[in-house]
C-alpha cells in the first residue's frame, strides 16, 4: 500500500508542477504583451519648415510618372508634415531605395542642409510611409488620403 500512495504522490505532483509551469509561462507572454503595446512607437523625424525650402511631390504609378507638383507656401507645407507626423515605426526594415511597389508618391523635402526623400505607399489594407534605410512607418488612413489629395489638387 506504501508503494500504491508514493506512485499517487508522484502523479499528483508532477500535475501541479505542470500545471504551475503552465501558469508562469502564460503569465510571462502576458507581461510581455503588455510591455509590447505601453512602449509608444517612434514618429518619423521631419524637418521644421522653418529649415524647409520646398517640397516637391511625384506620384508613379506602374514606373511611369505622372506629374510633378512643387509646394512653396508655408501653410501648405506645414499642412503635409502635420500629416506626416501621423505616422509611427513599424518594425518593418528598409532596405531598398524605394519602395517594392508599383504605386507610389515621392516626396522631396528640399532644405537648405540637402534632401530627404519619403515614399507614401499603401499595401494590403495598410498605408506606409517609407524612409530609404532608416525606416518605414504607418500612417494612417486620413492622413494618407489627405496627402494624396493636396497632390491631386494640385496636378490638375
Not at 76 to 95: C, F, H
Request: one cysteine or more; aromatic letters at 8%; a neutral charge.
Amino acid at each position: 500500500m506504501n508503494k500504491m500512495i508514493l506512485k499517487s504522490l508522484k502523479k499528483t505532483c508532477f500535475w501541479i508542477s505542470l500545471a504551475a509551469v503552465s501558469v508562469c509561462a502564460a503569465a510571462l507572454i502576458f507581461l510581455l504583451a503588455i510591455q509590447a503595446h505601453s512602449i509608444p512607437s517612434q514618429p518619423i523625424q521631419l524637418p521644421s519648415t522653418s529649415t524647409l525650402l520646398s517640397m516637391e511631390m511625384e506620384q508613379i504609378k506602374e514606373d511611369k510618372s505622372t506629374g510633378i507638383v512643387t509646394v512653396t507656401d508655408t501653410t501648405d507645407m506645414e499642412a503635409i508634415l502635420s500629416a506626416l507626423s501621423r505616422s509611427r515605426k513599424t518594425s518593418r526594415q528598409s532596405v531598398n531605395d524605394s519602395p517594392n511597389e508599383d504605386n507610389y508618391l515621392i516626396i522631396r523635402l528640399k532644405m537648405k542642409e540637402g534632401e530627404k526623400k519619403l515614399y507614401l505607399f499603401s499595401a494590403g489594407n495598410h498605408c506606409y510611409l517609407e524612409e530609404p534605410y532608416v525606416g518605414i512607418y504607418r500612417i494612417d488612413k486620413e492622413a494618407n488620403t489627405s496627402i494624396y489629395a493636396f497632390y491631386e489638387k494640385n496636378t490638375h
